[in-house]
């Protein structure tokens, strides 16, 4: 069965609204450009003494057992809404961001530069952003993290709770959720912003009031990194690591980042994770698709509780589309239309998507070719990643 993956390694938008946010505003570039605007590490006088009598307690979310702490529903009086509240011992996160480094010089993941990046998103007006309400301390050394609640949970549960079985009819409706999580991390990019931890827990997905129309949201950038070019293989979970971050190697963050999407798209859409490790000779299935590429793959890989393979699915669209992001080497990879790849005349999936495929994000309708018939969680950068081919419509 599809179960969480929680181990790291050591919505629809209308028309109207795809329209509007097609990019970063000039302003914000330019202000990016300057220097005027940087994600920064939490500012800690921003901090505000813990309200019980505020906060109602509704029920535990979850366990987050890499920072020792939880996320609980509850309800804020004074707001009078719904809301997350992530609990996080001090003694793992630390008075500051430099106490942090001093105490875990080692760590891969900081949550003051979660917290950083999150404030810094909000302050800028990105799109996909959880919005965060408010960090308190309370006396019992435990620090809260109060953020919207997101309706539908995370990627994973909307996922199992997409009564659909692997198909087209599941496609269609996966796909425009697939397309937001391609523009959220477009945008990321833009800003200089390497995620290097996406995944189904890290994406939630909400409806707004009134508004039926599921939209995703991007959390924990604790792993996150302002430098595109980096290097490691202990960020991220297994499934989702690019196959170059076990070289030993500096590579392209964004280029990893864009394999990560095509994981998270390939996962929903069939229900389990294609192989349970990048590692070279920890996963036999990943060691095939390395031999054989994807297309081989898909051909034989049967899709969860059903008799039909991968490529019998999915349209011809969407197979090109997870080849591309799931590409072995970075410089066949799909980018995801960055700011970068733009100035230098190069073309990207994103740009093939906007121009030839908006009917099929924004009104649901599925991806179809002739001939088709139809979640267990366990040397060359991005300007060079290659353009999706013309026949994704």
């Not at 490790?277 to 509780?305: N, Q």
Request: proline share 5%; glycine share 8%.
């Amino acid at each position: 069965m599809f179960s969480r993956s929680t181990t790291a390694s050591t919505s629809t938008w209308g028309d109207d609204v795809l329209e509007d946010n097609d990019g970063l505003s000039l302003s914000s570039l330019q202000k990016l450009a300057c220097g005027e605007l940087s994600p920064t590490h939490f500012d800690v006088s921003d901090i505000q003494r813990w309200e019980p009598g505020r906060f109602r307690f509704e029920r535990m979310v979850q366990k987050a057992p890499r920072n020792k702490g939880q996320v609980d529903h509850m309800f804020d009086v004074a707001l009078g809404q719904h809301v997350a509240v992530k609990m996080v011992p001090d003694d793992w996160v630390c008075e500051s961001h430099e106490l942090f480094k001093l105490k875990f010089p080692c760590a891969t993941e900081c949550p003051w530069v979660d917290l950083g990046i999150s404030a810094f998103l909000m302050s800028i007006e990105y799109p996909y952003v959880c919005p965060l309400h408010g960090v308190y301390r309370s006396p019992q050394d435990t620090m809260h993290i109060v953020t919207d609640l997101a309706s539908e949970g995370d990627l994973f549960d909307w996922s199992t709770h997409l009564e659909l079985s692997p198909g087209l009819e599941r496609e269609a409706s996966v796909m425009p959720l697939a397309k937001q999580l391609m523009d959220a991390v477009r945008h990321l990019h833009d800003l200089q912003i390497v995620h290097r931890d996406l995944s189904m827990e890290n994406v939630l997905v909400t409806r707004g009031v009134g508004d039926d129309t599921p939209r995703i949201q991007l959390i924990d950038f604790a792993m996150s990194s302002r430098e595109r070019y980096v290097w490691g293989d202990d960020y991220g979970r297994p499934q989702y690591q690019a196959p170059e971050a076990h070289s030993g190697e500096m590579y392209d963050g964004f280029l990893s980042d864009a394999f990560a999407v095509g994981v998270v798209i390939c996962s929903i859409l069939t229900q389990e994770y294609l192989w349970a490790s990048t590692r070279p000779g920890k996963c036999k299935i990943f060691d095939y698709y390395s031999a054989c590429g994807f297309t081989a793959l898909a051909a034989r890989r049967k899709c969860f509780g059903r008799r039909l393979t991968l490529s019998q699915c999915m349209s011809e669209p969407v197979i090109r589309l997870l080849e591309g992001l799931l590409a072995l080497s970075p410089a066949r990879r799909f980018n995801l239309g960055e700011d970068a790849g733009f100035r230098l005349g190069r073309g990207s999936l994103w740009q093939e998507l906007s121009e030839r495929s908006s009917t099929v994000a924004t009104k649901g309708a599925c991806l179809r070719t002739p001939g088709h018939g139809g979640l267990r969680r366990i040397g060359s950068w991005a300007s060079r990643g290659q353009p999706l081919p013309g026949s994704f419509h």
